[in-house]
T-cell receptor, first 113, second 115 residues
């Protein structure tokens, strides 16, 4: 069964600090992995999308890594800001699965001043 | 990216009534989907909205409860029928296939509370 697990479930950090969110998946055969940011009461917004051949991708202060061998991904946030407070969702797509996405449970990040 | 709008943005409804949610995209897209996000949970796919034909529903979701329309490549509706408090959720529209991209974009969501 395809699964995506994220850790931690929630995280509180001080403004300006860095943090790393983890994502482990069992989706096979792998197609791509996406990280989304979802502000409270809003729809998810894509941060990065990585295919099998990519092992790192950055979007401003967000850097995602992918290890397709161990089926792990991380999202690193540098110099956090109050506006980074949101849920971060890891989503994995399988090949030959139509458009089915497998969603992780998300990490709820709170950045405090 | 696509500009996706949903109406209403939120609603409070009585048990036993129905609500139709609209999703409008500013560009033609290949695929449109409807998701549900229950409080504190991640997203669950309800169905794929197919243009000009019946939607494709995921396990646990049926057409009688969640009828879906997609009359063209930029518009879809989801109806939540005979609502109960368990239907209180955020309902999100998403699209894929904009300019040939595989990227999936989400609408802002409709927050539904059923009393």
């Amino acid at each position: 069964k395809n699964q995506v697990e994220q850790s931690p479930q929630s995280l509180i950090i001080l403004e300006g600090k860095n943090c790393t969110l983890q994502c482990n998946y069992t989706v096979s055969p792998f197609s791509n992995l996406r990280w989304y940011k979802q502000d409270t009461g809003r729809g998810p917004v894509s941060l990065t999308i990585m295919t099998f051949s990519e092992n790192t991708k950055s979007n401003g202060r967000y850097t995602a890594t992918l290890d397709a061998d161990t089926k792990q991904s991380s999202l690193h946030i540098t110099a956090s800001q109050l506006s980074d407070s949101a849920s971060y969702i890891c989503v994995v797509s399988a090949q030959n699965a139509g458009n089915m996405l497998t969603f992780g449970g998300g990490t709820r990040l709170m950045v405090k001043p | 990216s696509a500009v996706i709008s949903q109406k209403p943005s939120r609603d409070i409804c009585q048990r036993g009534t129905s609500l139709t949610i609209q999703c409008q995209v500013d560009s033609q897209v290949t695929m449109m989907f409807w998701y549900r996000q229950q409080p504190g949970q991640s997203l669950t796919l309800i169905a794929t909205a197919n243009q000009g034909s019946e939607a494709t529903y995921e396990s646990g979701f049926v057409i009688d409860k969640f009828p879906i329309s997609r009359p063209n490549l930029t518009f879809s509706t989801l109806t939540v029928s005979n609502m109960s408090p368990e239907d209180s959720s955020i309902y999100l529209c998403s699209v894929q296939g904009l300019a040939g991209s595989n990227e999936q974009f989400f609408g802002p969501g409709t927050r539904l509370t059923v009393l």
